[in-house]
């Protein structure tokens, strides 16, 4: 139990944080509250009415969000190998060509179909 102490200590520490946070913030803030503060969005602009089912999106965020995966995959591939290059040797060399020639088909292929230009 004695390894478990450091734990618990920042864990009342933290939860001590968080509830005299709350507290202050509730006695120090301001008070003033009206109809378009307490409706869903604070911004104090009228929400426009949505569908049942919130609207559709266009394929163009869909796509945006495969390509980011897409890349942010090669950059976490990319890291270490390069911080291990010495390491790895030929065969590493080898490997990552391969995998960044995949890498820039695909995007040769997206740039070429336009779905890195925004309208």
């Given at each position: ?62 796509l945006t ?55």
């Amino acid at each position: 139990m004695e390894l478990y102490t450091p734990i618990f200590v920042l864990g009342g520490i933290g939860a001590a944080f968080v509830v005299l946070s709350m507290v202050v913030g509730a006695l120090a803030g301001p008070k003033r509250y009206n109809r378009t503060k307490l409706q869903a969005y604070e911004c104090g602009i009228d929400p426009t009415p949505q569908p049942v089912g919130g609207g559709r999106f266009t394929i163009k965020y869909y796509l945006t969000a495969m390509l980011f995966i897409v890349f942010d995959i090669e950059v976490i591939f990319l890291v270490p190998w390069a911080v291990h290059l010495d390491a790895l040797g030929m065969f590493g060399l080898v490997a990552m060509v391969l995998f960044l020639a995949n890498v820039s088909i695909a995007y040769a292929y997206e740039w070429r179909r336009g779905g890195l230009e925004w309208d």
